[in-house]
């Protein structure tokens, strides 16, 4: 596979997988063209994925790539070191969290949710102010950040980068959301433990005692109707949906973690929330992905809080 090909791969199955449905995702409002340079292009449809920088061609050949939740200049300058030891060429770094440009375009996955709780059947479409508030103060934020850091130190290193965010994130959220669906837990700890029978779950309840939590409701209340939109949608949502979630009839938010603003909100109104840990969810979908890359070619050298699990079939 080339640079271009996995992150065409990337966005594809990060359409396919998007809770919104693929009519939608290919009708929101942000786009860029990526060209391959040899007369192949496609459309990005997701603003916290794709390049961060290159020292290469989109064409080059990617032998062995390097994959982690967070790469920053500490982990490439460490990586490079280890391949120059081991004698083990490192084609591309692949980073979950966006870096470099990408970070500071994403504010513009937050109208993403919308949609995403559309599909679980909440309409917050009058709340749309609230989220064009929320989009007003991030990009304040981005006034202040260093957004070409660690395009600054490509620029030296001579190696390239890329960042795959909502894709991977919409690839793990339909996975576990589907799991869930198929076991049909009963209770708030009828679901951690079915949670925990997924493996990179497991894997960091076992090392670090991060395991799925509830952190608002009983362990014995009835699961009831959940939604998976606080897997996805690039950052969290303004609080005032959390209200329409509980009046519209949900009884559970499954999500990855959440604002202790957030979490307040929902304990007041007496909304359930099963947090399933950050890490070890990002993890889900980049090991999907992986299992693609690698049928492919491409090793996985994986980094930085990301659990390498192999499935051969998903």
């Known amino acids: 596979m080339t640079i271009y090909d996995i992150l065409k791969e990337s966005v594809r199955e990060g359409i396919k997988n998007d809770f919104r449905g693929e009519q939608k995702t290919r009708n929101s409002i942000w786009k860029e063209i990526i060209d391959s340079g040899d007369g192949r292009s496609f459309e990005n449809r997701y603003p916290d994925t794709g390049i961060v920088a290159l020292s290469s061609t989109l064409t080059k050949q990617v032998r062995r790539a390097v994959v982690g939740i967070d790469i920053g200049t500490a982990e490439i300058l460490a990586m490079l070191q280890w391949s120059q030891k081991e004698g083990k060429e490192i084609d591309l770094f692949i980073g979950h969290h966006p870096e470099g440009r990408l970070n500071g375009l994403m504010h513009l996955t937050l109208h993403s949710h919308i949609e995403n ?3 679980f059947g909440v309409d917050v479409r009058h709340l749309e102010d609230k989220f064009d508030n929320l989009i007003e103060d991030l990009k304040l934020d981005i006034l202040s950040s260093n957004i070409t850091q660690i395009h600054d130190s490509i620029h030296y290193l001579d190696t390239n980068y890329i960042s795959i965010h909502s894709p991977a994130d919409n690839i793990g959220a339909r996975f576990v959301y589907e799991y869930v669906q198929k076991k049909q837990p009963e209770t708030l700890q009828n679901t951690i433990d079915t949670m925990l029978e ?9 090392i670090n005692i991060i395991s799925p939590t509830i952190i608002s409701g009983e362990p014995d209340a009835p ?6 939109t606080d897997f996805v949608g690039g950052i969290e949502g303004p609080v005032e949906v959390y209200p329409e979630m509980k009046k519209q009839g949900i009884d559970t938010v499954i999500c990855m973690h959440l604002t202790e603003k957030a979490i307040d909100r929902c304990r007041d109104i007496g909304l359930q929330v099963i947090s399933t840990g950050h890490m070890s969810s990002d993890s889900i979908g980049l090991n999907l992905l992986c299992d693609t890359f690698e049928r492919e070619g491409v090793e996985i050298v994986p980094v930085s809080g990301f659990v390498r699990v192999q499935r051969k079939t998903h």
């Open 117 to 119: 709780l559309l599909a």
């Open 198 to 206: 997924i493996e990179e779950y497991a894997h960091y309840e076992g």
């Open 223 to 228: 699961l009831g109707k959940y939604t998976f």
